[in-house]
Each structure stands twice: as C-alpha cells, then as structure tokens.
C-alpha cells in the first residue's frame, strides 16, 4: 500500500531530501545515523511520555464544542494543544528533541522562531536540562511578539534579533543554519517544524504524532470509533498538522483539510500561501512548494500570524497537496480574525492567530449533520491580544 510517510531517503514523494552546505554534511548524517535508534529507544520513550505527562501536562483535551458545532451543522471536536504548558505544541517537539540532544552529547542548542512559541519552548527545555539556549527571530516578529521575547530571556535564553530581508521566520532560519555551519561539532539546532534536511520533517512529525495517538483514543473513548471524518489544522511549515494527521494519514476514509495563510488574498502580492502559489524548488535544505518570481528568487511572504509567514511548506504536506491527499485553504487575515473572535464569543477559547486560520477554514467547507470534525487548536491566543485589538479597532 502507498504511504504518505517518508521513505528511507527522507521523501515524500517528488519533496523532501537534505541539500545541506558541505560542512553541515556530518551533523545532518549523524543525526540521521541517530535519530530513530533513540526515538525507538525504551528509555527515551519512557522519559520523553513521562515529561508529556508530568511536565507538559497531557493528554491535551478533545473538547467537542457544541455552540460551534450548532453553527456549522456537525459535531466539531477541538484538540486543545493551546492547554500545553508553554500554550501551544511546540513543547511535544522541544522535549524529544532535547532529549536527542543530550543522548548526543550536545550542549548548545539553537532554534529558528516566528511567534516566539517554538522560541519559548527551545528555551524551556533547556532551562529545564541545563543547557545553552541561543534563539534567532526576525526583528519584525520581536516587536510584535514582545511578550514571547521577555519570556525567552526570562528563561535565560539569548534572543538574537535577525534584521536581514523582511526580518521574519525565513530570516530567522537562514541565520540560524549560519550559526550551525560556524560550530557544527558542540550545537544541536532544534527545528520547529516539519521543514529543513530529513531527517527534520520526519522527526518533528513523529514527535508530534502524540497528537493523533491521543485523538484516537479519546475519539474511541466519546465516538465508540477511533477516527473522525474530517481532520482540519493550520500550515505554516506544518507541525501541528503532521501531528493531527500522522496516525490517519494513510487511511483514506478521512478527509484533511489544511489552511494556510492567505494574507490580504493570494493575488495580492501579500501572502503565505505556499501550496496555492509555490513553484518546486529548495528551502533550508528541503525540496519542497517555495513561493518564488521567474528567476527563483525566493518572494517575501505576509501574514498577520508571526508563526505562518514562510515562503515553503513542509515536504509531506506538499506531497499531499500534489497527491490530493489534502485540501488545501488559503484563509486570509480578516477570516481568521473573525473565526478567532467568533470561537472566543461561543466556546470562551481565545485561540493563537495560527490556529484562527484553521477555524476559519470551516467556513468554505459544507458538513453533514453526523460528520464528526477534528479541529487542533494549535496554540492560545495570550501573544496575539495586541494584533487582534489592532484589527478590532481598525474595523471600529
């Protein structure tokens, strides 16, 4: 049977791979040599579901959301990851990967962030195993992520504001993969999301995949059927939704639903909206869908959402576009806007900005009065306040 999973060469189809720069090479083979012998490991699965469920505190609820279910004419069930400690999913990836880190004897760790959720978990876990922690962030997304970036240094962080090109998440990468090829032997880089050199899309998803291990359960659990009928997540570079999708990806009774950024549309110029409008080429270090003019270059994506304002999309998700494995939505900045204050007003749930594009996904999609939806709620909408109040009062 085909599988929507990486092959052995870290491929999703025509996407994926590790175009890596020379000196680089090694710590990308090492971690590859490396990675799936730990996560298999007994001992890190232990640890790594010990500090899930002490430390992060899951299981993150499935919260079946009956005012919004009445609006849209199903049964949606929210998977609250914004309930994590740190208030998003980004924790299930930093603690498996500091927990690789440490089995490899690394002990600085750096990480690439856009909302500054990825940054605060980073900094978190390395609080926590007493290490190094060095975090890249576009200059744009320190000031309007402000709150994250204290958090970050609270926790000892040193936040390293980027000020090249439009100063956001691509940025943040590029300079980061630049501090990894200056001290490739002692530096672990810990990737947020589903993008980079395999093994990275491959790792983050399965770290990730705890999300759909836990969906099946609670939906047996409420349902008396493991599997819902639709699945619906944001993409940025796609980690929340590698983990929503990882265990029902292969199972074709479900139907997934992506949203991506649409910015001010996906004709405007302003936008991040990789899947509609990306042509084949490679991003740090992975073929994938990158938004770029005739010559290749790379276009400056927009999004209101700090943490989905990428020019690519991780390798699986462009394979499940191309496949049409996925339906892909582009959901603009107003639509998400008004999807996170329509969600506040009937659930009492302030969502992230990210997670607002996923909700606002529901409405250019018709359900069926038994159709039971599965929506992540990816992160809490704490860091947003400032931009949603901007936009309430720019509409006022």
């Known amino acids: 049977m085909k599988s929507f999973l990486a ?18 090479h090694k710590c990308v083979d090492e971690l590859k040599e490396t990675y799936l012998q730990v996560l298999q490991s007994e001992d890190f699965k232990q640890e790594f579901d010990q500090l899930l469920r002490d430390y992060v505190g899951r299981p993150s609820p499935l919260y079946l959301a009956h005012r919004l279910s009445k609006k849209y004419g199903c049964k ?21 990967q500091i927990l690789l880190a440490r089995r490899m004897g690394k002990k600085r760790i750096i990480a690439e962030t ?26 744009t997304d320190v000031e309007r992520q402000h709150i994250n970036v204290e958090k970050m240094k609270m926790l000892g962080a040193t936040v390293i504001p980027v000020t ?3 100063m956001t998440l691509k940025d943040a990468t590029n300079e980061a993969i630049r501090d990894w ?7 672990f880089y810990i990737i947020g999301s589903t993008v980079g050199p395999h093994p990275y899309p491959d790792m983050v998803a399965r770290l990730q995949s705890v999300i759909s291990e836990e969906i099946k359960k609670q939906l047996q659990e409420k349902e008396g059927r493991d599997y819902p009928d639709y699945l619906i997540a944001c993409v940025g570079g796609g980690s929340n939704a590698a983990g929503t999708i990882y265990h029902y990806i292969d ?7 992506l949203a991506e950024a649409g910015g001010k549309g996906i004709d405007s110029g302003m936008t991040a909206a990789t899947i509609h409008l990306g042509k084949t080429g490679i991003i740090h270090g992975s073929r994938t869908y990158v938004i770029q003019n005739e010559d290749g270059q790379i276009e400056e994506p927009y999004s209101i959402s700090a943490g989905l304002d990428y020019p690519g999309i991780g390798p699986l998700h462009a394979n499940l576009a191309a496949q049409k494995r996925a339906t892909v939505l582009a959901v603009n900045d107003d639509e998400a806007i008004e999807a996170a204050y329509e969600l506040t007003k009937l659930e ?6 990210e997670s607002a594009h996923a909700l606002g996904a529901l409405k250019k999609h018709t359900f069926k009065p038994n159709d039971v939806v599965v929506l992540t709620v990816s992160g809490r909408g704490d860091k947003d306040i400032e ?4 936009f309430a009062s720019t509409l006022a």
């Open 164 to 166: 090249s090109g439009n």
């Open 348 to 353: 009492g749930i302030i969502p992230a900005l």
């Open 387 to 390: 931009t949603y109040l901007n």
């Open 76 to 96: 949606i069930y929210l998977k609250r990851e914004d309930l994590n400690h740190t208030g998003a999913h980004k924790i299930n990836n930093t603690i498996g």
């Open 7 to 24: 092959d052995q060469d870290g491929y999703y189809g025509e996407f994926g791979g590790a175009y890596v720069p020379e000196i680089l």
């Open 114 to 139: 856009g909302a500054g959720q990825h940054g605060v978990a980073t900094a978190t876990v390395c609080a926590l195993m007493n290490l190094e922690c060095i975090v890249y962030m576009g200059k």
């Open 251 to 257: 199972d074709t009774r479900i139907r997934i639903i």
């Open 181 to 187: 090829c200056c001290h490739p032997t002692n530096t």
